[in-house]
Each structure stands twice: as C-alpha cells, then as structure tokens.
C-alpha cells in the first residue's frame, strides 16, 4: 500500500522560500507520478505541479500561477519529492497536498485530481504580507 507524507510547511513572509517534502512508501511500481495540489479556504483543490518518475524522461508540469517560481524535483534513493517554493505571496497560502498517480501522466494541459489515487494528509504554507 502506497503511503505519502508531507513536511516542510510553515510561516514565511512574502518573498520567502520554503521546501516542501513528500516520502513515499509501500511503492511497488516502475513508473508513476507525483503531483502537488493546494486549497486554499473557502477555495477548491489546485493542481500546481506533476512530475512523472522513471517515465517520459521525468517530464513536469506547472500550473501558469507558479511557474517560475516553484520546482519539482524528485530523490529516487530517498524515494522523496521535493517542491521548492521561492517568491512566495500571499496567495499561495493554502493546505498542500502531495499525490500518487499510478500511471505516469502524458498530458501537460492541466492536472485531474481522479488521476491520483493515494493522498497525503497535507502540509500548511502561511505566507504573511
């Protein structure tokens, strides 16, 4: 059973930067994705950035919002996700979640939320003006 946890999240001032972690466990496949969501309160879920591990050449996606700005990368030997925030606003504060989709991902348009199976229980990104 694929599990998922997220650390990292905080209190930043605008302009700051924070990492965010996700370490898997339980994984028994080759190739799946990766992806981070957000919600805001009061707001729907976001889809803000995948990535696709040992799969289209670990191809990633971002959301308009955040490129730029953040970036995915992944650690294969720590089975970890990484999402570095930089530039942070106001307005990326929100609960974020990572999730696992078990099947890499091709499109690159936007991110489904029924395309990923297993979900982290979230991690809070404060961001003071």
């Known amino acids: 059973e694929v599990q998922l946890v997220e650390s990292g999240g905080g209190l930043v001032q605008a302009g700051g930067s924070l990492r965010l972690s996700c370490v898997a466990s339980?994984?028994?496949?080759?190739?799946?994705?990766i992806g981070w969501f957000r919600q805001a309160p009061g707001k729907k879920r976001e889809g803000i950035t995948f990535?696709?591990?040992?799969?289209?050449?670990?191809?990633?996606y971002y959301v308009d919002s955040v490129k730029g700005r953040f970036t995915i990368s992944s650690d294969g030997a720590k089975n970890t996700v990484y999402l570095q925030m930089n530039s942070l606003k106001p307005e990326d504060t929100a609960v974020y979640y990572c999730?696992?989709?078990?099947?890499?991902?091709?499109?690159?348009?936007?991110?489904?939320?029924?395309?990923?199976?297993?979900w982290g229980q979230g991690t809070q990104v404060t961001v003071s003006s």
């Open positions: 999730a696992f989709s078990v099947h890499p991902i091709e499109t690159f348009d936007t991110m489904q939320p029924y395309e990923y199976t297993v």
């Open positions: 339980g994984l028994a496949f080759d190739d799946y994705a």
């Open positions: 990535i696709n591990i040992n799969a289209y050449d670990g191809a990633a």
